[in-house]
């Protein structure tokens, strides 16, 4: 959806959840040099067991629903993550179809429960799998502990109850190069946070975001991008103060530049590009505290 030459207007009265903070140099919730180092060790030493698909399941016809979850299952099936040993894996990939009935996940979780003794030593805590549908609430125990323990790869925008903020990711979705951007007002743009994000956060473009209540938590990469210092997070009946925007307009389009290269998918991965951001953030997550009753259990990422 475009935005009408008003939106500038609309923002500088009545946008909402501005942080007024100093601004930074760089993108990233820590400095460049320490990302771009932890990002570096990651590359070289991050390894990923995958977990092969049921005996009646050619994984050459999964279906993934979406065309996100396809690249992203692409790029990491031809990656150099993948480790035939899973003994010197970090993470263990959960592998399903998104047509797969809940019945027929919880038989496929004690398939790998008996046949491996990697689920049951964490309760699938350093598993992940990827689900754009999310889990639905079941009794079942399987699906139980894949839902609370196990890390969500998940689509924006997520389902609600179905993306457990600081626990679950989200891809961020695939940008339409030859979409129009429109200008917002002056020689200002914003762009509504969605499919053209990423390629109009490469020419300056502000992303504006609608926050709803309860606040936003499946931001793309929010253990990585310093998000209110690139994004506008708009809610009705919060003033904001004109020359607190304009102070930081310049700011925010620089910083949005510099973090639009982790938004971009390419064919095949390149350096710091989403689906290496996206294991990034896996790689984040390889140290976890499980909890072990499976009614309550959650995992919580030691970053």
């Not at 016809?61 to 970090?90: D, I, K, M, R």
């Not at 975001?209 to 990585?224: I, K, P, R, Y």
Request: charged share 20%; with cysteine; aromatic share 12%.
């Amino acid at each position: 959806m475009l935005f009408k030459t008003t939106l500038y207007l609309l923002l500088l009265s009545c946008s909402s959840s501005f942080v007024v903070s100093l601004p930074q140099n760089n993108p990233y919730l820590t400095s460049t040099t320490l990302f771009l180092q932890n990002y570096h060790k990651m590359v070289h030493n991050f390894k990923v067991f995958m977990y092969p698909p049921d005996t009646n399941t050619n994984t050459n016809q999964f279906n993934f629903g979406t065309e996100v979850e396809s690249l992203f299952y692409s790029s990491l099936l031809n990656s150099s993550y993948l480790t035939q040993h899973p003994q010197q894996a970090h993470l263990f990939f959960f592998p399903f179809s998104s047509e797969i009935s809940t019945r027929s996940l919880s038989r496929l979780i004690s398939r790998i429960r008996e046949d491996f003794p990697y689920w049951n030593r964490s309760l699938g805590a350093d598993h992940f799998y990827l689900s754009c549908a999310g889990i639905p609430n079941k009794n079942d125990r399987n699906v139980v502990e894949l839902k609370k323990n196990a890390v969500q790869i998940s689509c924006f925008r997520t389902r609600r109850h179905r993306f457990v903020p600081h626990k679950d990711l989200t891809l961020p979705p695939i940008s339409n190069l030859h979409a129009p951007v429109k200008s917002g007002g002056g020689d200002s743009c914003f762009i509504e946070y969605g499919n053209d994000m990423g390629e109009a956060m490469r020419l300056g473009c502000v992303p504006v975001v609608a926050v709803t209540e309860g606040g936003v938590n499946d931001m793309a990469f929010m253990d990585v991008l310093r998000w209110k210092e690139m994004a506008v997070f708009v809610k009705s009946g919060v003033k904001n103060d004109s020359n607190t925007w304009k102070k930081r307009e310049e700011n925010m389009k620089r910083l949005s530049v510099e973090g639009s290269k982790h938004l971009r998918w390419n064919r095949p991965p390149q350096p710091l590009d989403a689906f290496n951001t996206i294991m990034y953030q896996l790689w984040l997550r390889r140290h976890t505290v499980r909890y072990e009753n499976i009614h309550t259990s959650y995992t919580q990422a030691i970053i």
